[in-house]
């Protein structure tokens, strides 16, 4: 097996990761690191990645962290299909789309930042849970607003399926951890749609994984 994924069921980066690598056809292993029991900070993941989180892909003796630079080391590798388009200003919305997922929506949430606002300023379940919905709708409403300036046609960067489209279903697969309602999101409930009906991210999604 050429790639080795180092992911969790429910890590929304490592879905991200996931999907890439099936779109593309390429077969994977993936390990799990219980990101929920401590795992990312084993001695062993440590010598895989220093960041301490997932996803890792390892191929050919590198380790490759962070979910966008590793869907782009696989669009580089092996170019179709291609998950970026070929127009510099369509590359680069694209990659702004994908980022309100991977940048500003999904890192407030990770368990590191759940795990710390409860260690260090005694918020509960419940307020974890409260800050965690919150940003989640907040990174759905940044891309309502965005697909509704530029409708998705039929994808959310043009005619061609792009890392924004996979990182907007990882913030569809994200919401729902929280109970999302997505009738106020409609644009993005039917890219969705769109999305999950293929089996690329259908058969990578927590509940597959
Ligand atoms: N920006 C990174 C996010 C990586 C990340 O935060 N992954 C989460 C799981 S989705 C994690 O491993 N968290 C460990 C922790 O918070 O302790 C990416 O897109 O790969």
Not at 94 to 120: M, Y
Not at 148 to 156: K, M, N, S, T, V
Not at 167 to 196: H, N, S, W
Request: charged share 20%; proline share 7%; aromatic share 10%.
């Amino acid at each position: 097996m050429t790639f080795r994924l180092y992911g969790f069921w429910r890590s929304i980066a490592s879905f991200r990761v996931r999907v890439a690598l099936r779109l593309k056809n390429l077969a994977f292993e993936e390990i799990s690191v219980d990101i929920l029991s401590g795992g990312q900070f084993s001695p062993e993941y440590d010598r895989v990645n220093t960041a301490h989180a997932v996803p890792t892909l390892v191929h050919k003796g590198h380790s490759l962290f962070q979910s966008l630079a590793i869907m782009e080391y696989l669009d580089d590798i092996h170019p179709e299909p291609a998950l970026l388009p070929e127009d510099p200003l369509s590359r680069a919305h694209a990659r702004a789309l994908a980022l309100i997922a991977v940048a500003d929506s999904h890192p407030l949430i990770a368990p590191r930042v759940r795990n710390h606002l409860a260690a260090t300023f005694d918020a509960d379940t419940n307020a974890c849970n409260a800050w965690g919905q919150y940003w989640s709708l907040e990174g759905l409403a940044a891309y309502e607003r965005n697909l509704l300036r530029q409708r998705p046609a039929p994808f959310a960067a043009g005619p061609t399926l792009t890392v924004a489209d996979i990182c907007i279903a990882g913030q569809i697969v994200m919401a729902g951890y929280f109970k999302a309602d997505m009738t106020l999101f409609p644009i993005v409930a039917e890219l969705g749609e769109r999305c999950f009906a293929l089996p690329a991210f259908a058969d990578s999604l927590p509940a597959r994984s």
